[in-house]
């Protein structure tokens, strides 16, 4: 067995590795894709980072790293994709994708080894493993490997998946397809050449699931496995992360890393540093979650509910006295509502100088009331207001919107307001995945994406065809001119396919939809059941179950996600159901994304079974009303209210084609403020480790103080001073830090309305403030540091912070922020603000 290879990693990070880098194979390398074997090793290392934020020495341990991975096995790095040539290809390339060739020639070698890796004894198979030099090899044992140890054969495609991986790409295989094999595989390859890997799984239930469904597999390739799942102990999660492969949803992740960015000893930490991840559903954590920020709390402090101004909010009309921008980002009062609001709150000046807190209570109040809708945008339940995520359709249960906004919705639903504390550090999704070296990944829908991929991580797609032809027949749109023909036409689709027995799986765009539906399916004596908000294993069980004969399943988007729905069930009769057509899709509206809408019919025509899907939309649907709003009204609308006009169903299609735009640019722009940030927190942790595992601060402080430190000797162990002086440098820098994010916060809301003022570029702005308020924390953490050494009392015992006021958090606590605290909630709150800063004054 091996050690982690994070280990051997830290260890050895200066001498030559030990996996049989030889030159030979880096050559071959080179020769067969015609880049230089260093080159592609060198973008291979950095093809998933920020090149320019990366310290020098660690970049160049990555390279190291990643040479011997590539070195280990000659299948070239991401370079080498640009090197497409003229080959005869034995599979079908699509567009933007990678060239899939020089992963399909390694198929004979492969299959080659075959009889021979059948003879050995698992001990043999085990070492092979260990042995393994190529690519190749390492999929012809890894295929043995899971036929004894899982029951299952890989494919051909799943192998070629597996080789994307390894070099770094994002696979894109079909839902059904088998990429839970695939990954671990490929996982499995990157521990056996020295790497720790992470795999990211969609949810507690899904990490937990592949890891033990997974671990016969590791076992007789002779790599250690380990999952982590919300409840996880730190004990747990510390044995978990020192496995060379770890499971875990990408939320515990990042929230075990921003706690660990809070050890004050080296033994409290539980993660290990970010290696390889690859990543499950990659495209939702990578694109669609990317900017969600996860966030670490401390120390209580009532919010406050504002009813005032929710009832205030609660009185005002649509239209009269507020608008909404077409694309249901903003909320502006009218003339009419302002002067509504001055009455309301006792006669006063809303645009006098004092009175701009007030304007922004009432903008954020209108903005909980206007824009964010119950049962859409978040449920209650238990007198808490729940978050439901946009691309999840499920309740998001840790999740909260930025403190204000969060507090206003609550005070909107008549509920106290929940505890907010301070934030002591944040990460999003996207700054967590970009600080690994190596970033790969699998999902049934990358290709939509392949661009912004690129252009966030610098990872390749490779669409790898499916084993056995899709047969799913995917209908056109059904297009109706208003909803309640749309609804009707759905329902009586599914009478239609239910009485033939077919089952159907019905994708709403969320739960308000999905209950609405089931209610009128009950009525009308379609029984069905609902998918939503429950626990993960529940929705697995149920969603197992969705493709038994005469099954209805109605499900928010993408509920379940990962459970594998076969024909007839679980125990049922697969070929009754096949006969009958298979599985029956039904989605009752597109999404903002098509990606989306893939993924919907993608659940059904798995590995080749019968199936179809079916989209009804209509011209008053929120995407088109949203991102179409001067669409002409369409021609040939026939009794139903179906529409055939080719016109309006381009309509349909722009409108998405927008959102998705709209999205995109949003993504961009949150990153482009990110960016900055990441950097600076980098250099802070950077800092913070070398004070916590060297005695970089006693030496800091007893330069700058040296009558104090001899002083201090007299009394006090060397050990126990050392440690004095960590405590108190650790202290100041991470107050430090959460005094510049939370004057980061503010300047960006400032920003905004100081810009709009002068008309001067945000984002220049906010770098200028933010650099200059980062230069200010070292300094400052510095000289507070030596005030601290100076005055607080220091015994044998070590230093007594407390009693000097300086305590840390007695508490904390981490969520997931909705949409960024630096970005869009907030953003639009403060930008109808400052719209109404600029309007002109109404006598
Ligand atoms: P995906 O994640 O691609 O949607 P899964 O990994 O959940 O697919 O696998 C879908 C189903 O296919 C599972 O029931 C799994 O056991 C089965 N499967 C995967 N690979 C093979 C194989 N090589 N041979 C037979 N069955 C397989
Ligand atoms: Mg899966």
């Given at each position: 067995m091996k050690l982690p290879?994070r280990n051997r990693r830290r260890?050895?990070?200066?001498?030559?590795?030990?996996?049989?880098?030889d030159?030979?194979?880096?050559?071959?390398?080179g020769?067969t894709?015609?880049?230089?074997?260093?080159?592609?090793?060198?973008?291979?290392?950095?093809?998933a980072k920020p090149a320019?934020?990366?310290?020098?020495?660690t970049?160049?341990?990555?390279?190291?790293?990643?040479?011997?991975?590539?070195g280990?096995r000659?299948?070239?790095?991401v370079?080498a994709v640009?090197?497409?040539?003229?080959?005869?290809?034995r599979f079908?390339?699509?567009?933007g994708?990678?060239?899939l060739s020089?992963?399909?020639?390694?198929?004979?070698?492969?299959?080659?080894?075959?009889?021979?890796l059948?003879?050995?004894t698992?001990?043999?198979?085990?070492?092979?493993?260990?042995d393994?030099?190529?690519?190749?090899?390492l999929?012809?044992?890894?295929r043995?490997?899971?036929?004894?140890?899982?029951?299952?054969?890989?494919?051909d495609?799943?192998?070629?998946g597996t080789l994307?991986?390894?070099s770094?790409?994002?696979?894109e295989?079909?839902?059904?397809?088998?990429k839970?094999?695939?990954?671990?595989?490929?996982?499995?390859g990157?521990?056996?050449a020295?790497?720790?890997?992470?795999?990211v799984?969609?949810?507690?239930y899904l990490?937990?699931?592949?890891a033990?469904w997974?671990?016969?597999l590791?076992d007789?390739?002779?790599?250690s496995?380990?999952?982590?799942?919300?409840s996880?102990?730190?004990?747990?999660r510390?044995?978990?992360?020192?496995?060379?492969v770890t499971y875990?949803p990408v939320s515990e992740?990042?929230?075990?890393?921003?706690r660990?960015?809070?050890?004050?000893?080296v033994?409290?930490?539980v993660?290990?540093?970010?290696?390889?991840?690859?990543?499950?559903?990659?495209?939702?954590?990578?694109?669609?979650?990317?900017?969600v920020?996860?966030?670490?709390?401390?120390?209580?402090e009532?919010?406050?509910?504002?009813?005032e101004?929710?009832?205030v909010?609660r009185?005002?009309a649509?239209?009269a006295?507020?608008?909404i921008?077409?694309?249901?980002r903003?909320v502006?009062?009218?003339?009419?509502?302002?002067?509504?609001?001055?009455?309301?709150l006792?006669?006063?000046?809303?645009?006098?100088?004092?009175n701009?807190p007030?304007?922004?209570?009432?903008?954020?109040?209108?903005h909980a009331?206007?824009?964010?809708?119950?049962?859409v945008?978040?449920?209650?339940?238990?007198?808490?207001?729940?978050?439901v995520?946009?691309?999840?359709?499920?309740v998001?249960?840790?999740?909260?919107?930025?403190?204000?906004?969060?507090?206003a919705?609550e005070?909107?639903?008549g509920?106290?307001?929940?505890d907010t504390?301070?934030?002591?550090?944040s990460i999003?999704?996207?700054?967590?995945?970009?600080s690994?070296?190596?970033?790969?990944g699998m999902?049934g829908t990358?290709?939509?994406?392949g661009e912004?991929l690129r252009e966030f991580?610098?990872?390749?797609?490779a669409?790898?065809?499916?084993?056995v032809?899709?047969?799913?027949?995917?209908?056109?749109d059904?297009?109706?001119?208003?909803l309640e023909?749309?609804?009707?036409?759905i329902?009586?689709q599914?009478?239609?396919?239910?009485?033939?027995?077919?089952?159907i799986?019905?994708?709403?765009l969320?739960?308000?939809?999905?209950?609405?539906?089931?209610?009128?399916?009950?009525?009308?004596?379609?029984?069905?059941?609902?998918l939503?908000a429950?626990?993960?294993a529940?929705?697995?069980?149920i969603i197992?179950?969705?493709g038994?004969?005469?099954?209805?399943?109605v499900?928010t988007?993408?509920a379940?996600r990962?459970t594998?729905i076969?024909l007839?069930?679980?125990?049922?009769d697969r070929d009754?159901v096949?006969?009958?057509?298979?599985l029956?899709?039904?989605?009752?509206?597109?999404h903002q994304?098509?990606r989306l809408d893939?993924?919907?019919?993608?659940?059904?025509?798995?590995?080749g079974?019968p199936?179809?899907s079916?989209?009804?939309a209509s011209m008053?649907?929120d995407?088109?009303?949203?991102?179409?709003p001067d669409?002409a009204p369409p021609?040939?609308?026939d009794?139903?209210?179906?529409?055939?006009?080719?016109?309006?169903h381009?309509?349909?299609?722009h409108?998405q084609?927008?959102a998705?735009?709209?999205?995109?640019?949003?993504?961009?722009n949150t990153?482009?403020?990110n960016?900055?940030?990441?950097?600076?927190?980098?250099i802070?942790?950077?800092?913070?480790d070398k004070?916590l595992?060297?005695d970089?601060?006693l030496k800091?402080?007893?330069e700058?103080c040296?009558e104090r430190?001899?002083?201090?000797?007299?009394?006090?162990?060397?050990?126990v001073?050392?440690?004095?002086?960590?405590?108190?440098?650790l202290?100041?820098l991470?107050?430090?830090w959460?005094n510049?994010i939370?004057?980061?916060?503010?300047?960006?809301?400032?920003i905004?309305l100081?810009?709009l003022?002068?008309?001067?570029d945000?984002?220049?702005?906010f770098h200028?403030?933010a650099?200059?308020?980062?230069?200010?924390l070292f300094?400052e953490?510095?000289?507070?540091s030596?005030?601290?050494?100076k005055?607080?009392?220091i015994?044998?015992e070590?230093?007594d912070?407390?009693?000097a006021?300086?305590k840390?958090?007695?508490?904390?606590?981490?969520?997931?922020?909705q949409?960024?605290?630096f970005?869009?909630d907030?953003?639009r709150?403060?930008?109808?603000v400052g719209?109404l800063?600029?309007r002109?004054?109404?006598?």
């Amino acid at each position: 067995m091996k050690l982690p290879g994070r280990n051997r990693r830290r260890e050895d990070s200066g001498a030559p590795g030990d996996v049989t880098p030889d030159t030979t194979t880096a050559t071959e390398a080179g020769a067969t894709d015609s880049t230089p074997a260093d080159d592609t090793a060198g973008v291979t290392a950095v093809a998933a980072k920020p090149a320019d934020t990366k310290p020098a020495d660690t970049k160049a341990a990555d390279t190291k790293a990643a040479a011997k991975t590539a070195g280990a096995r000659s299948t070239g790095g991401v370079a080498a994709v640009g090197g497409v040539r003229n080959r005869v290809r034995r599979f079908l390339q699509k567009p933007g994708s990678a060239d899939l060739s020089r992963y399909s020639k390694l198929l004979p070698q492969i299959a080659a080894q075959e009889d021979r890796l059948r003879e050995l004894t698992g001990e043999e198979l085990t070492d092979a493993a260990g042995d393994a030099v190529e690519d190749a090899d390492l999929c012809a044992i890894a295929r043995e490997a899971a036929r004894r140890a899982l029951g299952e054969r890989p494919f051909d495609v799943q192998l070629i998946g597996t080789l994307a991986m390894l070099s770094g790409q994002i696979a894109e295989m079909a839902t059904g397809e088998g990429k839970t094999l695939a990954g671990a595989i490929a996982a499995a390859g990157y521990a056996l050449a020295g790497r720790s890997v992470h795999v990211v799984a969609v949810n507690d239930y899904l990490a937990r699931r592949d890891a033990e469904w997974m671990r016969p597999l590791y076992d007789l390739l002779g790599v250690s496995v380990g999952w982590i799942n919300q409840s996880s102990t730190p004990e747990e999660r510390r044995a978990a992360y020192a496995a060379e492969v770890t499971y875990a949803p990408v939320s515990e992740i990042g929230f075990d890393v921003l706690r660990d960015r809070l050890a004050v000893r080296v033994e409290d930490m539980v993660t290990t540093p970010p290696d390889v991840a690859l990543i499950d559903e990659a495209d939702s954590v990578l694109i669609d979650e990317a900017r969600v920020p996860l966030v670490l709390a401390g120390s209580a402090e009532e919010g406050i509910a504002d009813r005032e101004m929710a009832d205030v909010v609660r009185k005002l009309a649509r239209g009269a006295h507020y608008e909404i921008d077409e694309d249901a980002r903003n909320v502006t009062l009218t003339e009419a509502g302002a002067h509504a609001a001055e009455r309301a709150l006792g006669g006063i000046d809303l645009y006098a100088e004092e009175n701009l807190p007030v304007l922004t209570r009432l903008n954020v109040a209108l903005h909980a009331h206007v824009l964010l809708q119950r049962d859409v945008d978040y449920i209650v339940t238990g007198e808490k207001v729940r978050l439901v995520s946009e691309s999840r359709g499920r309740v998001a249960w840790l999740q909260r919107l930025p403190d204000g906004l969060h507090a206003a919705v609550e005070a909107k639903e008549g509920l106290s307001a929940t505890d907010t504390g301070e934030i002591l550090d944040s990460i999003t999704i996207e700054s967590l995945i970009r600080s690994y070296p190596t970033v790969c990944g699998m999902t049934g829908t990358a290709v939509a994406v392949g661009e912004q991929l690129r252009e966030f991580y610098n990872c390749e797609v490779a669409a790898i065809p499916p084993n056995v032809p899709c047969i799913r027949e995917d209908e056109p749109d059904r297009l109706y001119a208003t909803l309640e023909a749309k609804e009707n036409a759905i329902v009586a689709q599914i009478r239609q396919t239910h009485e033939s027995g077919r089952p159907i799986l019905i994708g709403t765009l969320d739960i308000a939809e999905s209950e609405r539906l089931a209610t009128r399916l009950e009525r009308d004596g379609l029984p069905c059941v609902v998918l939503n908000a429950k626990n993960d294993a529940e929705e697995a069980a149920i969603i197992a179950e969705a493709g038994s004969r005469g099954a209805i399943t109605v499900s928010t988007q993408i509920a379940g996600r990962g459970t594998d729905i076969k024909l007839g069930g679980t125990n049922g009769d697969r070929d009754e159901v096949a006969e009958l057509g298979g599985l029956q899709v039904i989605g009752t509206g597109r999404h903002q994304s098509s990606r989306l809408d893939y993924q919907l019919s993608g659940r059904a025509g798995r590995q080749g079974d019968p199936g179809g899907s079916v989209f009804f939309a209509s011209m008053e649907d929120d995407l088109v009303t949203q991102y179409a709003p001067d669409a002409a009204p369409p021609d040939d609308v026939d009794d139903d209210g179906l529409i055939t006009d080719p016109a309006a169903h381009w309509v349909l299609g722009h409108a998405q084609r927008v959102a998705e735009g709209v999205n995109l640019e949003i993504h961009r722009n949150t990153w482009r403020y990110n960016k900055l940030i990441e950097e600076q927190r980098r250099i802070v942790l950077d800092h913070r480790d070398k004070l916590l595992r060297t005695d970089l601060a006693l030496k800091t402080l007893g330069e700058k103080c040296p009558e104090r430190l001899a002083e201090l000797k007299e009394t006090v162990d060397d050990e126990v001073l050392t440690e004095a002086a960590r405590q108190i440098m650790l202290f100041h820098l991470d107050r430090g830090w959460a005094n510049h994010i939370a004057d980061l916060a503010d300047v960006r809301e400032g920003i905004h309305l100081r810009a709009l003022g002068r008309g001067l570029d945000p984002l220049d702005q906010f770098h200028k403030e933010a650099v200059r308020s980062f230069n200010n924390l070292f300094d400052e953490a510095q000289q507070r540091s030596e005030e601290t050494f100076k005055t607080v009392a220091i015994t044998g015992e070590g230093a007594d912070l407390g009693a000097a006021g300086l305590k840390r958090p007695s508490a904390t606590w981490t969520y997931l922020v909705q949409d960024n605290p630096f970005g869009t909630d907030i953003d639009r709150a403060v930008r109808s603000v400052g719209r109404l800063l600029g309007r002109p004054r109404s006598s």
